[in-house]
């Protein structure tokens, strides 16, 4: 039985692949104190621009107190890309500028950054402004989960009670996602599998139920999100 599980786990990773889109998976938070200056890094995903500017007046409102709060964001993935960014009242290309540079450089896409700033009472020049936003960029970025934007099918599934455990164990190499079980003397599930997965994964229910079974797609989501981790 392992051995045909090994078998059919790797047959799911042949398939097209998708173009990756790489996006934060939730919000994160990183701080870092610069010549007694204190940054304080925060990431969101977004998926539009409208959700972007919402988030920086959020953190606007939660740090109101605070000298600084330099947005960056970029929206989109590959070349259908939209960036931003603003110094808000730091010296011109100190700090929004550096910020997105390390936000383009992470792979991430659907994603805001707002580093927000309390002065500490010792300026720190063109470059260790540089240095400071970009740092606290990165900071935030090693603690950010991620996960990809992919194409997936939904579907619906009615097993007899007793092979529950061994659906278990196909869910779990072909990374499914539950969206629901029922339980009495059958098993009603609906969950989310990668589409590139789908037919690989409907062959394998087909063999686990000698024929007798096959889940239903039920629908396509074109921007699922499955952690990468």
Do not use: W
């Not at 240095?131 to 599934?157: M, W």
Request: glycine share 10%; net charge neutral.
């Amino acid at each position: 039985m392992a051995k045909k599980r090994s078998q059919e786990k790797a047959s799911t990773e042949i398939g097209p692949e998708e173009p990756c889109r790489m996006i934060p998976l939730e919000r994160a938070k990183a701080e870092l104190t610069v010549v007694n200056s204190r940054f304080i890094a925060t990431i969101e995903p977004v998926r539009t621009s409208e959700a972007a500017r919402a988030f920086i007046s959020e953190m606007k409102e939660k740090y109101v107190g605070a000298t600084h709060n330099v947005p960056a964001y970029l929206i989109g993935h590959g070349n259908s890309t939209m960036a931003y960014c603003s110094d808000d009242g730091e010296p011109s290309g100190s700090s929004g500028r550096p910020l997105l540079t390390v936000l383009q450089g992470s792979g991430l896409g659907d994603a805001a950054i707002v580093v927000t700033r309390y002065f500490g009472g010792t300026k720190l020049g063109i470059g260790g402004l540089v240095r400071a936003y970009g740092d606290a960029g990165k900071a935030v970025l090693e603690r950010t989960k991620r996960g990809e934007l992919k194409s997936a099918t939904v579907f619906s599934l009615d097993l007899p009670y007793g092979l529950y455990d061994r659906y278990l164990l196909l869910a779990a190499d072909y990374r499914i996602q539950s969206l629901g079980e029922a339980f009495s003397d059958r098993v009603q599930l609906r969950g989310r599998i990668l589409t590139q997965l789908f037919s690989a994964f409907e062959n394998a229910v087909v063999n686990l139920t000698n024929g007798a079974v096959r889940p239903a797609h039920t629908a396509t989501e074109p921007d699922a999100v499955f952690p990468t981790e």
